[in-house]
């Protein structure tokens, strides 16, 4: 039988009611408490557009390593490929040198990740289609599918930071 909390979870007015209490009982008129809330530090813009574009560098020059850990993959095998492998060994690598373009691109400040390619579509969701396509093609690889699975790393950066920018004004 279950039985009820007989306290109540705190709230952020309750919380904040106990901290001005406790400052009264110590001969503080409350200011302690203000204080902290405005020493908190302001973010820097400039430190932020630096990060976002080094966070960009790591995710195209990670593709690459990708493309490299696939063709090597692929080279030091011993197996004899089927049509469907080399096709998808193929397609995975152009896919994988469209996002390693498109990350350049957008590490250069050429691009952005909200950057219109035609209607809806902009160039992350357009990323995203492509990685779909380098993981299920990857797949299709039968030495290792570790460097299809790779590909996700990269893309969940750029999801990331995706995320962070505003969704306000899309670049046309």
């Not at 408490?33 to 960009?56: F, H, Q």
């Not at 992350?124 to 790393?153: E, R, W, Y």
Request: some cysteine; overall charge negative.
């Amino acid at each position: 039988m279950a039985h009820p909390d007989p306290e109540p979870e705190p709230t952020a007015a309750t919380e904040a009611a106990v901290a001005a209490e406790a400052a009264q009982d110590n001969g503080d008129d409350g200011a302690a408490v203000e204080s902290e809330d405005a020493a908190e530090p302001t973010p820097d813009p400039e430190k932020a557009e630096r990060t976002i574009e080094r966070l960009m560098w790591s995710s195209a020059w990670l593709t690459v390593l990708v493309g490299v850990f696939l063709v090597v993959g692929i080279a030091r095998s011993d197996s004899d490929y089927s049509a469907f492998a080399w096709l998808g060994a193929v397609v995975a690598f152009l896919g994988l040198l469209a996002l390693a373009a498109a990350y350049f691109a957008c590490a250069r400040k050429r691009l952005t990740l909200r950057t219109r390619l035609r209607g809806p579509i902009d160039v992350f969701k357009g990323s995203t289609v492509v990685m779909v396509i380098v993981v299920i093609c990857g797949l299709l690889v039968p030495t290792d599918n570790t460097p299809a699975l790779a590909v996700l790393l990269p893309w969940a950066v750029t999801y990331w930071l995706y995320g962070l920018e505003k969704t306000e004004a899309p670049t046309p």
